[in-house]
């Protein structure tokens, strides 16, 4: 029996190894060619000290010098020393650089291609090496847009056990993968990605969670679902999705199954539109308060363009709650990063 180690490196990149319960991680991940930094392996100097975001272990014996009683408590813990009772995620303070590694290129070919609406395309891919493909669900990979040599980044909106890796995409004027989907993109056509990447994941619930999403920002709150639909966790989880217009509304039927299949979730949805025929009109932050906040008691993932997630920060803040992580990511599409850029 073996358990799975996720390893989160400061630049992004995450790499898995396969970690049996009678051999420490730093060994596990150095069969695995993946040098996690360290000066001793001895529980001695503290180089590898690093955070578990998630899962069970044995911290092994070290030295109060190298991982202090209350560093301990916080969750911190010795590569060199700790051996796992279950899949772990690790937080690694140093690049994969630094750890001689790199995110794994896959190629895939084009299953499916579904129009949900005039402004939001999804496709799924099915992977050459799928097995070998792990992620986080809420991560994302770079993506080539098939005949050219840029790239895009998409969140997973599959989960990790599913079988096809499937993304969503808002289709902007201009966009290399926008024009892509929209126009060349045919069934079987081969496509490759890089990654996993990102620091923004679902990590171990124990309290109450609060998802929030701004158009295809719900991307990867759908991958986090579907971990949770595994799971069958019970600590309540409430989504809030936000959208321009009517149109830009996608997947509601996906979250009814879900709130059908996990016990303890619930959503609800608003269009910043004055002519939507939507019951909330306007933005997420009129359906934020310190009762969707548990007073603080919660753990917040937010996804969704800058202005969002600024404006759900600042409403937050305002409300004078500090939840007790809170967990965010934005995008922002290409076409208007390279506008920008230009001006």
Do not use: W
Not at 250 to 277: K, M, N, Q, R
């Amino acid at each position: 029996m073996s358990f799975q180690v996720a390893l989160n490196f400061e630049d992004g990149i995450t790499r898995f190894v396969e970690c049996r319960p009678d051999e420490t991680v730093a060994e596990a991940s150095y069969k695995a060619r993946i040098n996690i930094p360290l000066d001793c392996r001895d529980g001695a100097c503290g180089t590898c000290k690093s955070l578990c975001e998630s899962g069970r272990y044995d911290g092994g014996d070290y030295i109060d010098e190298a991982l202090t009683d209350d560093e301990a408590a916080d969750g911190y813990c010795l590569p060199c020393q700790m051996t796992p009772h279950s899949d772990l995620v690790l937080r690694i303070p140093s690049s994969s650089a630094a750890a001689k590694t790199a995110a794994a290129t896959h190629t895939a070919t084009l299953v499916d291609i579904t129009r949900h609406s005039a402004s939001t395309v999804e496709f799924a891919l099915d992977v050459d090496d799928r097995d070998a493909l792990d992620f986080l669900p809420g991560q994302y990979v770079n993506v080539t847009v098939p005949g050219t040599d840029q790239s895009r980044s998409y969140s997973f909106s599959s989960g990790p056990a599913q079988g096809q890796a499937s993304f969503l995409v808002r289709l902007t004027e201009g966009g290399a993968m926008s024009g892509y989907l929209a126009e060349r993109a045919r069934v079987g056509d081969r496509v490759e990605f890089t990654g996993p990447m990102g620091s923004f994941y679902l990590r171990e619930l124990t309290r109450p969670a609060l998802l929030l999403a701004g158009g295809t920002g719900l991307a990867p709150l759908l991958s986090m679902l579907e971990r949770m639909a595994q799971e069958r966790l019970t600590h309540p989880v409430h989504l809030l999705y936000g959208v321009t217009t009517d149109q830009d509304l996608v997947h509601l039927d996906t979250l009814g199954d879900y709130a059908e299949v996990i016990p303890g979730f619930t959503f609800d949805h608003c269009v910043a539109a004055p002519d939507s025929t939507a019951r909330n009109k306007g933005f997420v932050t009129g359906l934020i308060d310190s009762s969707t906040l548990y007073d603080g008691d919660v753990d917040v993932y937010l996804c969704g363009p800058p202005a969002m997630v600024e404006g759900v920060r600042s409403h937050i803040s305002s409300l004078g709650i500090t939840p007790t992580s809170f967990h965010y990511e934005k995008f922002t599409p290409a076409a208007v990063r390279q506008t920008a850029e230009a001006a």
